[in-house]
Structure formats: structure tokens, C-alpha cells
Nanobody, 132 residues
Framework: QVKLMESGGGSVQDGGSLRLSCATG????????VGWFRQRPGQEREGVAV????????YVADSVKGRFAISQNTAKSAVYLQMNSLKPEDTAMYYC?????????????????????????WGQGTLVTVSS
């Protein structure tokens, strides 16, 4: 059974940092993408950052560019979201998802966050709360 598992959420003050982890196991290596999405209460899930699981290319949404960074471990078994200079509006449930139809070219050509419904596999989410 394919499983993704997020961790690293928590409560921080305005301006603080958190590092989220998504354990992907060996399910998504090459020919797939892993993305971080967030969902605020009453809102749709929005894409934040995406990385090609085969390595070498990533995308970060304009809304968080310069503050958030996505990366992958060398074993390609985990994807991270480093979040710096957090703001209260970053408060949300953060999810990692996997898209097995995504290619390196898909990520390289991204100019806007991908729709959540393109991602088939999801973790259970981790809550990030930023207080002012």
C-alpha cells in the first residue's frame, strides 16, 4: 500500500522556522513528482512547492518564494519543506502528495502551482500554526 507520511508541523511565532518532512519510502523514484500543498479552513488545497522525484528540478510558488524551499534526501526516500520567516497567513494543514504522471519537464515548465486533483497519493497532513 502506497503511503506518504508527513511530520514536523507545530506552533511557532511570527518570523519563526519549521522543517516539514514527507516520508515517501521507495514508491516515488523517477517519473513522478512529490509536492507540498496547504489547506486553510474553508479554502481549497493549494500547491506550495513541487520536486521531481528523480532529482534536479523543483518549483516553489510565488506566494512563498524566498521563504520556503523544497528538497529531497539523497536516498530519494523523503522530501522536505524548509519554511523560514513564517507568517500568520502560513497557518494551515500541510500535506504532501505524489503525482505519478508528472515528469521532469512538467516541473521545469511550471509557472503556477499545480492543481491538487492531479495528485493521486496523499499523506494525512501536519498542522502548522503561526501566531503573531
Amino acid at each position: 500500500q502506497v503511503k506518504l507520511m508527513e511530520s514536523g508541523g507545530g506552533s511557532v511565532q511570527d518570523g519563526g522556522s519549521l522543517r516539514l518532512s514527507c516520508a515517501t519510502g521507495d514508491y516515488f523514484v523517477d517519473n513522478s513528482c512529490v509536492g507540498w500543498f496547504r489547506q486553510r479552513p474553508g479554502q481549497e488545497r493549494e500547491g506550495v512547492a513541487v520536486i521531481y522525484a528523480g532529482g534536479g528540478v523543483s518549483y516553489v510558488a510565488d506566494s512563498v518564494k524566498g521563504r520556503f524551499a523544497i528538497s529531497q534526501n539523497t536516498a530519494k526516500s523523503a522530501v522536505y519543506l524548509q519554511m523560514n520567516s513564517l507568517k500568520p497567513e502560513d497557518t494551515a494543514m500541510y500535506y504532501c502528495g505524489a503525482d505519478v504522471t508528472c515528469t521532469r519537464g512538467t516541473v521545469a515548465s511550471m509557472r503556477s502551482p499545480p492543481p491538487a486533483d492531479e495528485y493521486r497519493y496523499w499523506g494525512q497532513g501536519t498542522l502548522v500554526t503561526v501566531s503573531s
